[in-house]
């Protein structure tokens, strides 16, 4: 078992490689837009 697939995760695959992915893409996703929301709220670009 990997140290991946403990805590949270606690189910058989959560250490794949493309859920790690997916996972990552839509946390700095969510980061980008509400940086993005900030600068356009602060600065009306």
Do not use: E, T
């Not at 990997?2 to 058989?12: H, V």
């Not at 996972?23 to 009306?44: E, P, T």
């Amino acid at each position: 078992m990997s140290d991946l697939n403990r805590g949270i995760m606690k189910f058989d695959g959560a250490d794949k490689p493309v859920l790690v992915a997916i996972s990552a893409i839509l946390i700095f996703g969510g980061i980008v837009a509400l940086i993005a929301w900030a600068l356009r709220s602060a600065y009306v670009i």
